[in-house]
């Protein structure tokens, strides 16, 4: 009998993606699909996973810290700090699950999908892309569906 070596898609991870929630939970969560989706999308851009963390909170407490990080007086989705070190990916990604929802209504889509799209922005921008154009929003909305497409694989 023949055996095949199957070898995994996507390196092991030394690292893992930590998930925290403040004032909000988030119904059915899968940490492990979206620690390897994450970490997918990572290394397909040519990066390590370093150290990551994204924090799912409230609309008000994102909009302090808007004010307070950023001085934004404003409701946002996420707030992305960045601390990579060369190719090692690393940041916190702040995200309000209130806009989540309140912007899955507004745009048709499902909250899961929303969430996605919203915690790959984050690493986007992690990786370099920005968003403060025309021409980088379509380039970072492009990138989005690419990576919302991908999570069949980690299914």
């Known amino acids: 009998?023949?055996?095949?070596?199957?070898?995994?898609?996507?390196?092991?991870?030394?690292?893992e993606i930590l998930y925290n929630f403040i004032d909000v939970e988030i119904p059915d969560f899968n940490p492990e699909f979206f620690s390897l989706w994450?970490?997918?999308?990572?290394?397909?851009?040519k990066f390590e996973?370093?150290?990551?963390?994204?924090?799912?909170?409230?609309?008000?407490?994102?909009?302090?810290?808007?004010?307070?990080?950023?001085?934004?007086?404003?409701?946002?989705d996420?707030?992305?700090?960045?601390?990579?070190?060369?190719?090692?990916?690393?940041?916190?990604l702040f995200?309000?699950?209130?806009r989540i929802i309140d912007n899955a209504d507004t745009l048709g889509v499902s909250i899961f999908d929303e969430l996605c799209r919203v915690m790959i922005h984050g690493v986007l921008h992690l990786i370099g892309y920005n968003d403060k154009t025309d021409?980088?929003?379509?380039?970072?909305?492009?990138?989005?569906?690419?990576?919302?497409v991908k999570r069949k694989s980690f299914t």
């Open 1 to 15: 009998m023949v055996q095949k070596l199957v070898l995994p898609l996507y390196p092991r991870m030394d690292k």
């Open 38 to 45: 994450v970490n997918g999308i990572i290394v397909d851009h």
């Open 49 to 76: 996973l370093g150290e990551l963390s994204y924090v799912f909170c409230s609309d008000e407490y994102l909009l302090q810290m808007n004010k307070e990080h950023l001085n934004h007086d404003y409701y946002t």
């Open 78 to 92: 996420i707030i992305t700090f960045n601390y990579n070190l060369d190719f090692s990916l690393s940041g916190d």
């Open 95 to 98: 995200i309000s699950y209130d």
């Open 135 to 148: 021409k980088g929003q379509l380039e970072m909305t492009r990138l989005e569906e690419e990576c919302l």
